[in-house]
């Protein structure tokens, strides 16, 4: 999840520990999926989270590749990007997580 108020985001264990995913990857999907918290989706920018992040936009573009290939969001154009948490078992947050 991802509450701005308190300045968190949760990021499941399987994907902090996905080898497969630049760590910067793995930060970003807790990022999108608290942003996607409320609808399943969101439509934020390359340029708004390399911003945030203080990375470039090609770093973005390359983060969200590698979510992609790892079958843990899906992107879809109509006519704005919207990216989704596909990968749904990632949603809930294991006991270890859990206060």
């Keep these: 999840m991802w509450d701005d108020a308190t300045g968190y985001i949760i990021v499941p ?9 630049p760590v910067g ?6 990022e ?9 989706y969101c439509f934020a920018s390359n340029g708004w989270l390399a911003g945030k992040y203080g990375v470039s936009k090609v770093t973005i573009s390359n983060w969200i590749s590698k ?25 809930k947050a294991s006991p270890r997580e859990k206060k």
């Excluded at 790892?70 to 989704?84: K, L």
């Design 25 to 30: 990857a793995r930060l970003l999907f807790g």
């Design 13 to 21: 264990g399987s994907i902090r520990y996905d080898k497969r995913l």
């Design 67 to 91: 979510l992609k290939a790892c079958n843990y969001i899906a992107v879809t154009y109509n006519p704005h990007r919207r990216i989704s948490i596909v990968y749904k078992k990632h949603l």
């Design 32 to 40: 999108l999926r608290g942003l996607a918290a409320d609808r399943g």
